[in-house]
């Protein structure tokens, strides 16, 4: 019936349309509900919580790391950050108490009746004076990891031209819409966790490590995640956790939008510095990549994306001498954690402004330097082995030059307008070996109505989960899409196919899900109408034969990867990018408005066509946010406006039509989420530079940095 | 204090305080379409209609809606048919929780006549946030609704 490639309707739209999906905060609720007393200051000493005697602090259910019978630490990779600060905070924002009440109200009252003194240190609040040593923080140095490749040998060639510059981007917001929520439910002393997160396998891990024993929990529909469902709902969960455990009731906790752009995790902020010697005609002979990114003040999952960093920081590009030195510090600021792209904007950015700095520099077009840099047959990447994708990678450059008529435009731009491009790549799945460290599984399950179910921990939220891999099931069983659903994911009945991240969903978990079917398929025998179906279900029903089919991941024989030397196949595979942004830039008031986008991907065999273009299209959304307006303003480790209306979203309006183009279609389906937000911020910021002559090297690129440009 | 209002056609009486804001009242009606997305009417997600107009529920306090007549999604079902379907077609829908907002405002766009161009539609949707989409397939499937 070939389901794969069609773009079937979501089968959650209508629920969603119509409002009856029930969200964490809309589900039947009569507990209490839950709040964090946070640290005031960055750094310091707890030196006592004071209780105001004058208010009733009876009915109020309060829990502090005391109350902890596990162990009283988030272990993400790995333990540094508690659940509740003990004697030290280490962030603005750190939790130190929690307090429930079936009031709101009375809630909001108790908090301001609670003082907690401090004996405060000078906080490390940037980068610089995290490598400066102002305050030890972490280790020796402070860097929760360092990572230093480097790949061939330095040019002997005289002659070469070579530049320096340094990028920085910044911290970028999630901005799900839906809030940080989740529902802590009391079963006779047992404690169930329900609620909005991509990866309920981790939220389950890091629960065991704090009560001590196995947590069931279950996924809530999910309103976006983006990466900030990733490691967080494991905190909150923790905190629901202790609440309900002490109340022995439901416990509810739903954060307000300032809660949460204000304590949540971010994107990390990093300053990329970019020293390269090449020819007269771009080609480059030496790149050396210094990245330092900021990690805020607990681990988290900096080192990951630190790697990511690292295995994206030369893109794509032939390079005989390619060296990398990458750190992620520590400072007290709330900690980075995960978001959509997972390090590769940040450096996706540095790599792709520098070759238009290289080109600007030779008075060369952007396009005619990079064709002179794509890789060929002998190329290899930053880590040492060759890049597997470079024709793919050529035919999409050349397709995306020809059809967007790039160089007749560069060539000859209108007044107050530009054109600029990216052309990047992005890994599929989890970096290096990692995929074979999670082992995932899946498994599906035959009805006796003939219809199937789909049993993994992959989550919805928002991407189309719950349609994509029933398309996938059904296409390997040749059934109609409507045969196969997902059941919701719960901890205690589902396989543990890995966390919903890393575009590894369709790729990682729908490959096995494929294999899955067709071990079903196999089992069933022949048949060929629906009708022979039904009799073959029957048959083999009667037969008693397993009713459930799973399949684990094993690494391919071809891929690998030794993490001390950083040397092998970063990934299993990359999906490719060439992103064309043309803006316009008002004189008067310098806004910059992008007035056409084309975005052209190659991500092998599509899925779901609409679902996938619809990926595309927020995904470059997010890209043109981060390039020209999200602005997180932090003064002395306070996110210092934390609402949507100072953090500037883009909204209808402020896009362009966002033409998407998919190549290469006939190969095995790569991961497609993360890929459209690596590309726009450069292809945003080298359309500026072609429009107004000015080096763009900081992101975002707000009226004010234009204006200071145009000086 | 006592607010009297009806939602979606039935007598409501709420004993709270001044201070309560109409998304909380509504949502603890029972009324969940309507949902809290920033609390500063940037987003919304929180949209209903008081006396005809729509207006973001995160703004609005109780005594303001004291004897008015209020309509959210839930109240709209049959209105709003056609909107959500072409939503559905049009993979305008992502992880949804926009989506009520969404479709209220173009309930009140389309039934006031609005135009059917994409820079008009663009324009009618300043006032909502979504996340996901990039707007195009929202625009899009404004643009063809059937009516």
């Keep these: 019936m070939g389901v794969v490639g069609e773009s079937v309707v979501r089968v959650d739209a209508a629920s969603k349309a119509d409002g009856t999906l029930r969200y964490t905060d809309d589900l039947p609720f009569e507990g209490l509900y839950g709040a964090v007393v946070r640290s005031e200051i960055a750094y310091g000493k707890i030196r006592a919580i004071t209780f105001d005697a004058s208010f009733d602090f009876s009915d109020i259910i309060i829990v502090d790391h005391r109350d902890i019978e596990g ?5 993400v990779l790995t333990d540094d950050q508690p659940f509740l600060a003990e004697a030290r905070v280490r962030h603005i924002g750190e939790p130190i108490l929690l307090l429930a009440h079936r009031s709101k109200r009375r809630l909001r009252e108790a908090m301001a009746h609670i003082t907690i003194d401090y004996d405060a240190q000078e906080p490390v609040l940037s980068m610089e004076e995290s490598l400066a040593l102002k305050q030890r923080l972490y280790g020796e140095d402070n860097v929760f990891k360092a990572i230093h490749t480097v790949k061939g040998s330095p040019p002997q060639k005289t002659g070469l031209f070579s530049l320096e510059k340094t990028y920085t981007t910044p911290h970028q917001e999630q901005a799900y819409l839906e809030p940080q929520s989740m ?84 994107r990390h902020p990093s300053k990329l510095r970019y020293r390269s010697r090449f020819d007269a005609t771009g080609k480059l002979h030496a790149l050396e990549v210094d990245v330092t990114i900021d990690g805020g003040a607990y681990v988290t999952l900096s080192p990951v994306v630190l790697a990511r960093c690292v295995l994206h920081a030369a893109g794509f590009y032939d390079c005989g001498y390619i060296r990398v030195d990458a750190r992620a510090v520590a400072t007290n600021t709330p900690p980075n954690g995960a978001f959509r792209g997972f390090g590769a904007p940040q450096v996706l950015f540095g790599i792709e402004r520098h070759m238009d700095d290289i080109a600007r520099h030779l008075g060369l077009s952007p396009a005619a330097v990079r064709e002179g840099n794509l890789p060929g047959a002998g190329s290899v990447g930053v880590s040492g082995v060759p890049i597997a994708e470079y024709a793919r990678l050529r035919d999409l450059f050349e397709t995306a030059r020809r059809e967007s008529g790039f160089d ?65 099931v059904a296409d390997a069983l040749d059934l109609p899409v409507g045969m196969v659903s997902c059941r919701t994911p719960n901890t205690a009945e589902v396989a543990d196919s890995g966390p919903t991240v890393a575009s590894r969903t369709v790729m990682i978990v729908g490959r096995l899900l494929a294999q899955a079917a067709g071990k079903l398929k196999t089992a069933l025998g022949d048949y060929g109408t629906p009708d022979a179906y039904r009799a073959a279900v ?59 986008f084309d975005a052209y991907n190659d991500v092998g065999q599509v899925v779901n066509p609409v679902m996938a273009e619809g990926q595309v299209e927020g995904g470059v959304a997010q890209g043109i946010g981060y390039a020209l307006c999200e602005r997180l303003v932090y003064e002395a480790g306070r996110v210092y406006s934390p609402h949507l209306s100072d953090y500037t979203l883009p909204m209808a309006p402020d896009l362009p039509e966002i033409a998407v183009r998919f190549l290469g279609t006939d190969g095995p389906s790569l991961g497609l989420g993360e890929l459209p937000m690596d590309g726009p911020s450069a292809a945003v910021a080298n359309a500026l530079v072609h429009a107004l002559g000015s080096a763009f090297d900081a992101l975002p690129i707000t009226p004010e940095a234009v204006e200071e440009a145009c000086r | 204090m006592q607010i009297t209002c009806t939602i979606n056609g039935k007598i409501h009486r709420f004993d709270c305080a001044p201070e309560t804001r109409v998304l909380d009242l509504v949502r603890d009606a029972g009324m969940t379409s309507v949902k ?85 539609i663009r324009a009618a949707l300043d006032g909502n946030l979504c996340r996901c989409t990039g707007y195009k397939k929202i625009v899009e499937a404004i643009t063809k609704v059937k009516s």
């Design chain 1, 408 to 472: 007749a435009i560069y060539d000859a731009p209108a007044p107050n307008r530009g054109i600029g491009m990216a052309l990047f790549m992005h890994g599929a799945g989890y970096t290096g070996v990692g995929e074979s460290m999670l082992a995932s599984s899946v498994s599906i399950a035959l009805e006796a109505d003939g219809s199937v179910e789909i049993r993994v921990g992959s989550v919805e939220m928002g991407q189309g989960t719950l349609t994509a891999l029933p398309q996938i």
């Design chain 1, 183 to 266: 529902l802590a439910r009391y079963d006779g002393g047992r404690v169930k966790i329900i609620g909005s997160m991509q990866c309920p396998f981790f939220v389950e891990a890091a629960l065991e490590g704090l009560a001590g024993e196995k947590i069931e929990v279950e996924q809530a529909p999910t309103g976006g995640g983006f990466g900030g469902k990733e490691d967080y709902p494991s905190l909150i969960a923790g905190y629901a956790y202790l609440l309900c455990k002490k109340a022995g009731q439901d416990v509810k906790i739903v954060y307000d939008r300032e809660e949460d752009i204000a304590y949540t995790t971010k």
């Design chain 1, 538 to 596: 029957a048959r083999y029903c009667k037969s008693g034969g397993p009713l459930q089919f799973g399949a684990s991941y094993e690494q391919p024989a071809d891929i690998l990867w030794d993490e001390d030397l950083f040397y092998g196949n970063g990934y299993e595979a990359y999906g490719l990018g060439c992103y064309i942004a043309e803006v316009e830039v008002d004189p008067v008031d310098y806004r910059v408005r992008v007035v056409r």
């Design chain 2, 36 to 120: 809290a997305g920033c609390g500063e009417g940037e987003c919304g997600a929180c949209s209903l209609f008081v006396n005809g107009r729509l207006v973001n529920a995160c703004l609005l306090l109780a005594p303001q809606i004291h004897d008015a007549e209020i309509v959210t999604l839930e109240g709209l079902q049959e209105e709003t048919a056609a909107i959500r379907e072409s939503f559905a077609e049009h993979g305008a829908v992502q992880c949804g929780f926009c989506t009520p907002g969404f479709v209220l405002r173009a309930y009140d766009y389309l039934s006031h006549g609005g135009e059917r161009s994409e820079e008009a």
């Design chain 1, 71 to 75: 162990r009283n630490a988030n272990v």
